[in-house]
T-cell receptor, first 118, second 114 residues
């Protein structure tokens, strides 16, 4: 199994350009997430999805859009890139957290996409 | 609201010595706590978790973590550090009775010297 695959691995954009990051998972996970990682700030949640056709905002959603048309794919879009969006982007997936249960599925992460906006 | 603090940006330890990476948390209910490790140019990998039960949790690669409810801490420990343990470590929390996504700390870089 490939696990969580992110494409592309690297990208350089000019301010105002748009792009889409693709995340694909082959573990039949319901939940998928997009995080950004910045030095000294850890990982911050951008958007997440609890199932096909549903998405929700995370901690830092502004400037990003997402879509989950298929269960195995979660796309992150930047409509008009800004230098503040220079970051490393990580996709993750998991089974749903179970309320009040001692079972909690860990997140499985992709290897990241390094995006630079000039 | 839920939050995590990792007070040390970097921890240096000699190979063979015990290591501790600190983490404190804040949640409104029961915490579900996790440690993840990140090697260079890779995504995060799950190390261990505390959901309920024994306060001492054992995980991958010889790591363990101790849950302390009164101090709201979940420190990561290993009795004898290896050079290969050098990596970036993240603590994460979510409130157990909800369905919120994990909140991660800012990360602690562990450097193990030969």
């Amino acid at each position: 199994n490939a696990g969580v695959t992110q494409t592309p691995k690297f990208r350089v954009l000019k301010t105002g350009q748009s792009m889409t990051l693709l995340c694909a998972q082959d573990m039949n996970h319901e939940y998928m997430y997009w995080y950004r990682q910045d030095p000294g700030m850890g990982l911050r949640l951008i958007h997440y999805s609890v199932g096909e056709g549903t998405t929700a905002k995370g901690e830092v959603p502004d400037g990003y859009n997402v879509s989950r048309l298929k269960k195995q794919n979660f796309l992150l879009g930047l409509e008009s890139a800004a230098p503040s969006q220079t970051s490393v982007y990580f996709c993750a997936s998991s089974y749903p957290p179970r309320v009040g249960s001692s079972i909690d599925s860990p997140l499985h992460f992709g290897n990241g996409t390094r995006l630079t906006v000039t | 609201a839920q939050s995590v603090a990792q007070p040390e940006d970097q921890v240096n330890v000699a190979e063979g010595n015990p290591l501790t990476v600190k983490c404190t948390y804040s949640v409104s209910g029961n915490p579900y706590l996790f440690w993840y490790v990140q090697y260079p140019n890779r995504g995060l990998q799950f190390l261990l978790k505390y959901i309920t039960g024994d306060n001492l949790v054992k995980g991958s690669y010889g790591f363990e973590a101790e849950f302390n409810k009164s101090q709201t801490s979940f420190h990561l420990k290993k009795p004898s550090a290896l050079v290969s343990d050098s990596a970036l470590y993240f603590c994460a929390v979510r409130e157990g009775t909800g369905r919120r996504a994990l909140t991660f700390g800012s990360g602690t870089r562990l450097q193990v010297q030969p």
